[in-house]
């Protein structure tokens, strides 16, 4: 008998990784994965979603594990050929990658919703397990540096995370509507929430600020339980780190812990990460280099969660 669905709020990289784990250990319908979607931008005339498509190669096999992102055997013609014409080329899109941005663009014109989309592209790539969206409507995270706000992926992959992050804002957020069978899902029997080892500020809070998330969370019996990103003092990968420092707070998986707050019945850091953290932690490995890596503690998750009932 299911013992209930567990929901991962999952960014791109870090929290795919887990959802592997997750996905390898639970049976095919006990498994949603709630995507980060205040990455998305419009590049070259497409809607570029890269958490989604992250935990969809990742969760299909198809991705290419040394970037993080984007797919594996993939070619780059249409990139050297646009940078030929004086196109940009900034934003990387192999040419296999860039098939999915194509479609999804003409498929979401056409009238249709990422989530259709999301879950028709998911299933013929060969994905299992749910991925939905945050929400169908557009949310945008923006990033204020010294020199004025600029969007999410300028900052991140233009200018590579140099600039200094004053603060984040969820562009859309506040009109947006959750993703109603997430919201249903969280409204039925649910064995654990689990919040991926993802960037806090740009991962997992763009997902809080969609209007009625936090609520639903909140509301739902089952035990939410977060992974920190930050292991041996430091970001596994990406700016989290730097962000922490900018944002004025001190670099640990505290401060992570902090920030979520009253939303979390229990954590779990990696050996020596424990300081300073209130309430229930469990401490355990939590770097993932290898899929062995990803299923032990997807296990180890879920033992604690179900430990918290
Ligand atoms: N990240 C980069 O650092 N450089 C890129 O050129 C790049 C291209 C890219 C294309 C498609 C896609 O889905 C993701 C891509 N990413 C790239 C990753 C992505 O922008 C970031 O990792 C996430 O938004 C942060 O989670």
Redesign the pocket.
Known sequence: MSRGLVVALS???GGAKLALGLSRILPLDELLVVANTG?DFEHLGLT?C??I??LTYVLAGLDNTEQ???RRDETWSFMATIASVGGADW???GDR?LALHVERTRRLRAGETLTEITSDITHRLGVKSRILPMSDDPVRTRVLTDSGWIDF?DY??RQQCRPVVRKLEFDGAPKARPQPDVIEALAGKVRAIVICPSNPF??IEPILAVPGMRAAIETCDAPVVAISPIVGGTAVK?PTAKMLQELGLTVSSASVAKRYGDLLDGYIVDHGDSQGIPGKVHVTPTLMKTVADKEVLARSTLAFADSLT
């Open positions: 960014g791109g990289v990455d570029i890269p958490d498509d992250t993080g992102w984007g934003f990387r899109l990658d992926q991140f992959v740009i991962s990406g």
